[in-house]
Structures are given as C-alpha cells and as structure tokens.
C-alpha cells in the first residue's frame, strides 16, 4: 500500500517512513508542510496520507486544511492524523467535514505498530478511526439536554467502543460477555439513541459519530 508521510520534523518523517516501510507500506513521499503536501499528492496519490495536525506556518490546523483540500481533488485518498494531544475541537471539525476514510489517532499509538498498520489500511478502506481518548472525552462530556442521558454506565461504555470501531464478537471479548449479551446491549443502545445500525460495521461507527457531534 502506497502512502505520504507529512510532517515539520525531519527525525519524525523519517522514523515513520522506517517504520511503516518495515510493515509493508510503500511511501512515496515526505512533505514538510502542508502546500508540500498537496502538491505530492496532486502529482501522485496514495492509498493515505499519514500526516501531523500542526505544521508550518503556524502550527495551526494546517493539517486539516491539507486533507480538506486533498478530499476536493482526490476523494479516494484515505486521511490520517496524527496530533501531539487530543484536541475536541479539530477532532470535532475532522468528523464534521469528513464521513469515512479518515483517522485521528494521537501520535503515542504509533509505539503500537501492529495496531497502527490495521487502523491505516481500515482508513484506506473508507472507515472511520478515532483514537479512545477522544472517544472517551465526546462519549463522557456534559451537554444541555444531554441524549446520552439514559444510557446506563455499560451501555456508555458500550458505545464508546462501538466508535472505536469494535464488532460484536470484539465487544465481548473486551466486556469479558457473552456475544448473546453485547447484542442486547448494542440493540439497547441504539434503541434509545434512535440509530439504526448498518449492514457493515463502519456504519455503524459513522452512526454513533453522527450522534456524538450534535451540540
């Protein structure tokens, strides 16, 4: 699989290319902001972009604006990001303006490569990665007229896994339940929620996220 590496730092680019290029990745390319990389991946597109949030100039969202200009002109591109600490509100905006193929992982999930390499090649497949601190963070926040209100603890941690993008048989072996019982949790919790899961299980993630961006 054919990515892009993006970031201002010429250590961490050239670390992740080891790395990825020992799991089987190709890259094709280094960019050191994000005018860079547009402009690699308008000559040559990957299968994904694997790129920082902050980078030159300002160490801003320049990250974000590069995917939103990279989704214009190359749809299929799959999209991950790879902040320094979870920000609610750029990962909020991520999941506004993008519906499927794209990852917001913090970059600390990286020491786990195995895990990393699975979460790139769903993001290339169109789904939807998030990182479980970010996850935790939208599922447990307070809100005015909250709809996750009646949901019980289980079912709250539940759905945060269900955003994570775990199937069932993955729910129950988390939760240490039988898959008998995560189907009566998963079916409760979009009951009350009012969400109809998918047939694939990224529609399923796509779902709750939909939920959880309402204000």
Same mark, same amino acid.
């Given at each position: ?13 050239e670390g ?7 799991m &089987?990745?190709?890259?094709? !390319? $280094? ?13 040559? %597109?990957?299968a ?5 949030l902050?980078m030159? %100039?300002?160490f801003?969202d320049?990250?974000i604006e590069?995917?939103?200009e ?7 591109v799959g999209?991950?990001?790879?902040p320094?600490?979870?920000?609610v ?7 506004n303006e993008?519906?499927?193929?794209? &990852?917001y992982?913090?970059k600390d999930r990286?020491?786990?490569?195995g895990?990393f ?5 769903r993001v290339?497949?169109?789904?939807v990665?998030i990182d479980?601190e ?6 447990g926040?307070?809100?005015e007229h ?10 709250r941690e539940v759905?945060a896994?269900?955003? $994570?993008g775990?199937?069932?048989?993955a729910?129950a072996t988390?939760?240490?339940?039988? %898959?008998?019982?995560?189907? !009566?949790?998963?079916?409760s919790?979009?009951?009350?929620l009012g ?6 299980e990224h529609r399923r993630?796509?779902?709750?996220l $939909? ?5």
């Amino acid at each position: 699989m054919r990515v892009i590496v993006a970031d201002d730092a010429l250590l961490f680019r050239e670390g992740m290319t080891r790395i990825l290029t020992e799991m &089987g990745f190709e890259v094709i !390319g $280094q960019a050191r902001h994000g005018a860079e990389l547009v402009g690699l991946v308008r000559r040559d %597109p990957p299968a994904v972009v694997i790129t920082d949030l902050r980078m030159p %100039p300002g160490f801003a969202d320049e990250g974000i604006e590069a995917a939103t200009e990279i989704r214009r002109f190359a749809p299929q591109v799959g999209l991950m990001l790879l902040p320094q600490y979870v920000e609610v509100h750029h990962a909020l905006r991520l999941m506004n303006e993008f519906d499927g193929a794209v &990852g917001y992982l913090l970059k600390d999930r990286v020491s786990d490569l195995g895990a990393f390499a699975v979460d790139i090649r769903r993001v290339a497949a169109g789904e939807v990665v998030i990182d479980p601190e970010l996850v935790s963070r939208l599922v447990g926040r307070r809100r005015e007229h909250d709809p996750l209100a009646g949901l019980t603890d289980r079912e709250r941690e539940v759905l945060a896994l269900m955003a $994570q993008g775990l199937t069932n048989a993955a729910l129950a072996t988390e939760l240490f339940v039988s %898959p008998k019982t995560v189907e !009566g949790y998963v079916r409760s919790v979009f009951t009350k929620l009012g969400l109809t899961p998918g047939e694939r299980e990224h529609r399923r993630v796509l779902a709750v996220l $939909q939920f959880l961006r309402k204000p």
